[in-house]
């Protein structure tokens, strides 16, 4: 997958922020405030707006963020990482690239 990203044109692909920090630390509050701020503002691509989390081994963040409404279960990929969240950021991103390129292939869907 990473061979694949390295020819990319990423004039063609969201813009991406990274939030990390402990457990327990507010990352998931801060997407919550930062989804709910955003889809307020009246420019229309944060309609396009999407989520990828970061577990060990459930989807807690992904279904958090869905029941708090922050935005719909279909803008939100859960990456479960397997052991220490940090890694799939800092050793291995494959996974969270895959599911960037997912939510990007679902806007261009879209429209």
Not at 18 to 46: D, H, M, N, W, Y
Request: charged share 25%; with cysteine.
């Amino acid at each position: 997958l990473l061979a694949a990203w390295k020819n990319r044109d990423f004039s063609q692909r969201g813009f991406s922020v990274g939030i990390g920090g402990p457990v327990g630390s507010g990352k998931t509050a801060t997407v919550l405030q930062l989804c709910r701020a955003l889809q307020e503002l009246p420019i229309k691509p944060f309609s396009h707006l999407g989520v990828v989390t970061n577990d060990i081994f459930t989807q807690e963040d992904k279904e958090y963020l869905v029941k708090q409404q922050a935005l719909p279960r279909d803008h939100i990929r859960a990456v479960e990482t397997g052991g220490c969240p940090h890694a799939a950021i800092r050793e291995d991103v494959s996974a969270n690239l895959a599911a960037l390129e997912d939510l990007t292939s679902h806007f261009h869907q879209k429209e």
